[in-house]
C-alpha cells in the first residue's frame, strides 16, 4: 500500500492506494486487512440508489457479525461491511434483503440501458 503521490486522486483527498495481485479473494482480503473497520466494499460496477446504501448502513448497526452482506431482491448485491479481519477461520455472516428496482448490477449493455433508463426518468 502506498500514498497517492502527485495523482489526480490527490485531489479527492487522504487517499490510499493497494496494488493488488489480481486475484480478488486475496487482494480483498490484503485491503480489509490494512484498513481501520469496519469496512465497506463496493463493486464498482453498479449503480444504487444513495438512500438505499444509507438504509443499508443505518440498519447494519443493529447486526454484531463478522460479515454483513446486502442483499436485493433476494440476490446478492456485492455489498458488504466486514466487522472482523479476514484471515484463515470462516467468518460468520448475515444479509439483509431490500426489496427494490433503483439497484443495477452493470454487465451487459442491456444492463446499462436499463439503469439509464430509470435514472432518467426519476429526474
Known amino acids: ?26 487482494d480483498l482480503k490484503t485491503s480489509i486487512n490494512s484498513l481501520k473497520l469496519p469496512v465497506i466494499v463496493l ?3 453498479i449503480l444504487i440508489d444513495k438512500e438505499l446504501l444509507k438504509s443499508f448502513i443505518e440498519k ?30 470462516e467468518l460468520a455472516y448475515e444479509n439483509i434483503n431490500f426489496n427494490s428496482n433503483s439497484f443495477f448490477n452493470i454487465n451487459t449493455e442491456y444492463d446499462y440501458k436499463m439503469a439509464k433508463e430509470y435514472y432518467k426518468n426519476m429526474h
Open 60 to 89: 447494519s448497526k443493529n447486526y454484531k457479525t463478522g460479515i454483513l452482506n446486502m442483499l436485493i431482491n433476494n440476490e446478492l448485491s456485492g455489498i458488504s461491511i466486514f466487522y472482523e479481519y479476514l484471515n484463515d477461520a
Open 43 to 45: 463493486p464498482a460496477d
Open 1 to 26: 500500500m502506498y500514498r497517492a503521490g502527485n495523482s489526480f486522486l490527490n485531489e479527492i483527498g487522504d487517499v490510499n492506494i493497494i496494488n493488488g495481485t489480481g486475484d480478488y479473494a486475496m
